[in-house]
């Protein structure tokens, strides 16, 4: 993914002209804005997206209960 370019518009769009839209979420301190922008891509489109991310389960785990 463009970790700084890409956000749900730009996923989506790729993802509704027939690419694989990804998110970069490498930026994202918290869970929840990362949430956000994969609750907005499925609003958007219903073609498949990816997203990418340099966390580990137990890391996500964390965020989770920080949430």
Request: hydrophobic share 45%; net charge positive.
């Amino acid at each position: 993914g463009m970790t700084f370019g890409s956000d749900a518009r730009l996923v989506a769009a790729v993802s509704a002209a027939g690419g694989l839209g990804t998110l970069g979420t490498v930026h994202y301190r918290t869970p929840a804005p990362v949430l956000a922008q994969v609750a907005a891509i499925r609003a958007a489109t219903d073609r498949p997206a990816s997203l990418t991310s340099m966390r580990s389960a137990a890391q996500w785990r964390e965020w989770s209960r920080r949430t």
